[in-house]
């Protein structure tokens, strides 16, 4: 069992700036686990936002790329920088992991088995 633990959100304006921070602990199988972050806005479905492999290597939904950064914090945890927020990005933003490594980012929920308990993003106009 992976738990995760996620730290960050908020409220901004337009523009402004959020950092999520997920930590994972647990039975973890790899040093540098697969991990993603994922969002939900009210009557949405969920949406991969970011992911990262355990090389580092990253993956962006498109309507982020350039604004949005995923990276790694000590081995089993991650963060994503958000910048030049827009109120589309209102959102629940959840961390998910899986306890094995991968090679290529994964972007599907169904793709990992364990999750974060959710963090409230709320930009405004």
């Known amino acids: 069992q992976v738990q995760l633990t996620e730290s960050g959100g908020g409220s901004v304006q337009s523009g402004g700036s959020l950092r999520l921070s997920c930590a994972a602990s647990?039975?973890?199988?790899?040093?540098?686990?697969?991990m993603g972050w994922f969002r939900q806005a009210s009557g949405k479905k969920r949406e991969g936002v970011a992911a990262?492999?355990?090389?580092?290597?990253t993956t962006y939904v498109d309507s982020v790329k350039d604004r949005f950064t995923v990276s790694r914090g000590d081995a089993k945890s991650t963060h994503l920088q958000m910048n030049n927020l827009k109120p589309e990005d209102t959102a629940v933003y959840y961390c998910?992991?899986?306890?094995?490594?991968?090679?290529?980012?994964?972007?599907?929920?169904?793709?990992?088995?364990?999750w974060g308990q959710g963090l409230q993003v709320t930009v405004s106009s």
């Open positions: 998910a992991a899986v306890a094995f490594g991968c090679s290529g980012s994964r972007m599907k929920a169904d793709e990992y088995n364990s």
């Open positions: 990262i492999d355990s090389y580092g290597r």
């Open positions: 647990g039975s973890i199988d790899h040093p540098t686990p697969c």
